[in-house]
């Protein structure tokens, strides 16, 4: 007999109608938001495949504005989402593209904060609201958001990711998965690292300290 969670059942806490086009929206642009790490005054989202096709009906595009404003998948603002860009000042485009994309429910969501700086982030929507980040700044990653997910971008050099570990380790903190992306030998690379149990900002703090090689550190 297959199990199944009550989650599975009765699915996310959301604003409707959808959970893959609007649930998983959010999250996709919220994850987004935090790995930008600012505040965020412009955003342009690229939706693909079934995004594009019925983004407007189900009201994907919103959900992305929410999410990148900071809000959750069962805020009762995501409808009125344009309008909170526009009162925060913070300028959105969106484009509904029809070039083929791996998944149908992909997003491309570029964000530039308050300092000028630029994040590029793309991810699919799955289905039942969950969600998956498959590029940040061109490379490709893999995390699905499902575990509490610590995220660095680092010098590809020996050592950092024992350093890392071996921090966590003395912190009690248990890693659920773990990989690491890199661009080429010797390039940027990324560690995402998904634990068991929150990494919070005196832990994040502690990781920086102690381990050379870091240039960001976030969690989502």
Do not use: W
Not at 15 to 32: E, K
Not at 98 to 124: F, L, S, W
């Amino acid at each position: 007999m297959e199990d199944f969670s009550v989650f599975d059942i009765i699915g996310p806490r959301m604003t409707g109608p959808s959970s893959s086009h609007t649930a998983g929206a959010v999250r996709l642009a919220h994850i987004a938001r935090h790995i930008a790490g600012q505040d965020v005054a412009e955003a342009a989202f690229t939706l693909y495949g079934s995004f594009a096709e019925t983004g407007k009906g189900h009201g994907t595009d919103k959900a992305l504005v929410a999410g990148v404003l900071g809000m959750e998948p069962d805020d009762a603002r995501i409808k009125e989402a344009y309008a909170v860009a526009r009162e925060k000042g913070v300028i959105v485009t969106v484009d509904f593209s029809d070039e083929p994309a791996k998944h149908p429910n992909t997003a491309r969501i570029v964000i530039t904060g308050t300092n000028g700086q630029v994040t590029e982030v793309v991810g699919e929507s799955v289905g039942g609201g969950n969600i998956r980040i498959s590029e940040i700044n061109g490379l490709e990653v893999e995390f699905s958001g499902e575990y509490p997910t610590l995220i660095i971008q680092q010098n590809d050099q020996p050592g950092v990711i024992a350093e890392v570990s071996h921090v966590l380790a003395q912190l009690n903190v248990n890693i659920a998965f773990m990989r690491v992306f890199r661009h080429g030998k010797g390039e940027d690379a990324y560690m995402t690292i998904e634990t068991d149990q929150l990494v919070t900002p005196e832990m994040q703090a502690m990781i920086r300290r102690l381990c050379g090689g870091i240039n960001k550190l976030f969690a989502v």
